[in-house]
């Protein structure tokens, strides 16, 4: 069973940076789409950024330019560079990856932000 493994969380203060990383435990064929999500306590599960296999992004509202989203097809890894974090950026944040055949999630790595 493929997993994906995300890297890069911790404890940073309000106006730091960090970079997640999403990489699968083995090679994945047919990814189209690879998207973080988070969730924070007591709150549902949000869409972070997303980006197509032709490097289409979306991105949350809440972002507003703080963070940007990349991927390497050769490494099947997605990235998540996220600057300028405030408190509220605090959660759990998870990587799917999505293929022809079907969808894959991380475990979840922590965030957070101290004020």
């Known amino acids: 069973q493929v997993q994906l493994v995300e890297s890069g969380g911790g404890l940073v203060q309000a106006g730091g940076s960090l970079r997640l990383t999403c990489t699968p435990s083995?090679?994945?064929?047919?990814?189209?789409?690879m998207a973080w999500f988070r969730q924070a306590p007591g709150k549902q599960r949000e869409k972070v950024a997303a980006i197509t296999q032709n490097g289409i992004t979306d991105y949350g509202d809440f972002v507003k330019g703080r963070f940007t989203i990349s991927r390497d097809n050769a490494k099947n890894t997605a990235y998540l560079q996220m600057n300028s974090l405030i408190p509220e950026d605090t959660a759990v944040y998870y990587c799917?990856?999505?293929?022809?055949?079907?969808?894959?999630w991380g475990q979840g790595t922590q965030v957070t932000v101290s004020s």
């Open positions: 799917k990856v999505v293929t022809i055949w079907s969808e894959y």
């Open positions: 083995e090679s994945l064929l047919g990814i189209r789409d």
